[in-house]
């Protein structure tokens, strides 16, 4: 143990040391975790060093990014965890329209370094996540309806697998490890840096748009009516919420459980309001928020309501169609929102997600046109039991209308079953490639693919 101490050049923390207690958590407070081993990584020296360590000494390794996964694989009891955070180098090739990125950057570091020059790729929308577990596992947002997942923006990866060799994962380079990472989430190695593409994304029109309770129902079947034409520039979801008390909001709404449309469009800032017509006259609103703001903006504009260290917990289901049964399921739950920073979200997965086939990257669900997402979060542990109970009465009762499977960057730990599901006709081939990288399953600590060797694999 003392000898890898002296081998590493980034941070080691030990369960004795002072910054142990703070070092093991992640960004869900619900989880509480005692790894034995806790190394802020320098470089890629430095994660080759543990991932061989891990393996040699049989200990579970957790792989911590962002932090940000809400079943907590960013920690773990009593093995190693391998944290990124540390690792952040960035570097945008204007010309190209590429920027290589450090497996330890959040969405915000990214944003930020190529905003400057009026670019942007497809990444999640909280600034705070990280890009590593978000990209892993597919990763959509703002961007997604017109430039696809965050994965289908990936060009190349460096990954570290588990027999502690540095590949090179690309369309011509170890092209098998490449479809994997593309949605296969941490199971085939740690990707020390991602090389994107990016697209022109300067400012946007964006905001939420609050309508009263009262009208959910209709306002959930303009949503559905919009999106089906809405251009791939215009994104937008759907939100149950209780209006947070602080600006922009007027005090006569502070506390109020509202639905919402919240909007975002890459397109001409004119054009995007008036393509907003029909979302911006119904009701009326309540209160109507969209208008112009640069990316970043809009990347960061729910973290505040959204810091480390609250408790979640989620449930979420892929969804092909909003039938009204789904919206009249919606119309009974929703308005139960537990909390301020709980929220039920639809998110749109069409447009430019549909452009890749099923089986071009391990991300297999390209024919959905939603996920839903309900989140109880709450800064108070003892009251996530009851609203935990209304997740699942929630999902429950949307499950009937949902498409098998779900999105793995939203599982909890729900069990093999929905993992494979989620994985659909792909769940085969990722366990083969999971066998041929890492066959004593070294990444376990993650929405996990067992290794299955490739005959077995696919009788
Ligand atoms: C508030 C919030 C908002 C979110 N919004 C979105 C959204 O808009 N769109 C979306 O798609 N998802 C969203 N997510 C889900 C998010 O994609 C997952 O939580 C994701 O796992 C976070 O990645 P991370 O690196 O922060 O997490 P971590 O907890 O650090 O890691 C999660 C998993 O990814 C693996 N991993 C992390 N980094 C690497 C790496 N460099 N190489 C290999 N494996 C790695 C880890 O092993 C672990 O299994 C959101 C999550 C939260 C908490």
Redesign the pocket.
């Known amino acids: 143990m003392s000898s890898f101490g002296s081998q590493v050049r980034g941070r080691v923390i030990r369960p004795e040391d002072a910054e142990y207690d703070r070092a093991r958590r992640?960004?869900?407070a619900d989880i509480d975790l005692r790894p034995s081993l806790i190394v802020q990584c320098a470089d890629v020296a430095d994660v080759i060093y543990c991932v061989n360590y891990a393996r040699e000494q049989g200990l579970s390794a957790?792989?911590?990014?962002?932090?940000?996964?809400?079943p907590?694989?960013?920690t773990c009891d009593g093995g190693i965890v391998i944290d990124?955070g540390r690792m952040k180098g960035i570097r945008v090739d204007v010309e190209r329209r590429i920027a290589q990125a450090e497996?330890?950057c959040?969405w915000g570091d990214l944003d930020h370094a190529t905003h400057v020059f009026g670019l942007a790729t497809p990444?999640?929308?909280?600034a705070?996540?990280?890009?590593?577990?978000?990209t892993?596992?597919?990763?959509?947002?703002y961007l997604s309806r017109r430039y696809g997942?965050?994965c289908d923006n990936l060009i190349s990866a460096d990954?570290v697998t588990a027999d502690g060799r540095l590949l090179v994962a690309s369309a011509t380079e170890n092209s098998d490890l490449f479809w994997a990472?593309r949605g296969g989430?941490?199971n085939?190695?740690?990707?020390?840096s991602?090389e994107f593409r990016l697209h022109p994304v300067a400012h946007v029109y964006a905001g939420p748009i609050l309508y009263s309770l009262d009208q959910a129902g209709e306002v959930l079947g303009l949503f559905r009516d919009f999106m089906r034409t809405a251009p791939r520039e215009f994104s937008a979801f759907f939100a149950f919420l209780i209006v947070p008390p602080a600006p922009p909001f007027p005090e006569s709404l502070h506390g109020k459980t509202v639905c919402a449309i919240m909007c975002a469009s890459t397109g001409d800032l004119a054009t995007a309001e008036e393509i907003a017509k029909p979302l911006r006259e119904f009701g009326p609103p309540l209160l109507c928020l969209p208008h112009p703001m640069p990316y970043p903006f809009l990347q960061s504009l729910?973290d505040r309501l959204?810091p480390h260290g609250l408790h979640?917990y989620w449930k979420a289901d892929f969804v092909t169609e909003l039938t009204d049964d789904a919206i009249a399921a919606h119309v009974k739950f929703g308005p139960a929102i537990p909390t301020v920073q709980s929220a039920l979200h639809i998110?749109p997965m069409d447009g430019a997600i549909h452009d890749t086939g099923p089986d071009d990257t391990a991300f297999a669900h390209r024919d959905v046109r939603f996920v839903h997402i309900i989140a109880a979060v709450t800064p108070d542990p003892a009251a996530l039991r009851p609203q935990r109970q209304w997740v699942r009465d929630y999902w429950d009762a949307l499950h009937p209308h949902s498409a098998s499977g779900s999105?793995v960057?939203?599982l909890m730990e729900e069990g093999d079953e929905r993992i494979a599901q989620s994985y659909s006709g792909n769940h085969q081939r990722l366990a083969a490639i999971k066998h041929k990288y890492d066959p004593e399953n070294v990444?376990r600590?993650?929405?996990n693919i067992k290794p299955v060797p490739a005959r077995s694999a696919a009788s």
């Open positions: 992640v960004y869900n957790a792989v911590r990014g962002g932090g940000h996964s809400a907590g694989f960013g990124l497996g330890g959040a990444g999640g929308i909280i705070t996540t990280g890009i590593g577990g978000l892993t596992g597919g990763g959509f947002g997942l965050a990954v990472i989430g941490g085939f190695g740690i990707v020390t991602f729910f959204l979640h998110y999105y960057n939203f990444f600590v993650n929405q």
